[in-house]
């Protein structure tokens, strides 16, 4: 089967997962941002992580995303990704007090 006989049934890039990922946050991020490993919400409900991300164009702003059982995706605008939160700290990091002057 080629990619011309399935054009139709490929999935497309979307907004959310219908359940949250454990240990991932959602963010949104300009093409230029993307990280190897972002998880990127396909409307198949599946999130691929992102294997390759090429330089495409005049000023290298879109990018090409290489993901397993999909074809290719170029990327030119905002979108939505589950980024690893394990660098988070787990309790809140203390405020100080302000001075009122």
Known sequence: MT?????????GITAVLPRQLPGRVAQDVMPWELCLGDVVPFDDGVGRPVLDIRAVGGGQRDKCLI???VPPVL???RLTVYRSCSGLPSQPVPARRAAII
Do not use: K
Request: proline share 7%.
């Open 3 to 11: 990619f011309e006989e399935t054009r139709g049934t490929v999935p």
């Open 67 to 69: 993901f397993s059982g």
């Open 75 to 77: 990327v030119s605008r």
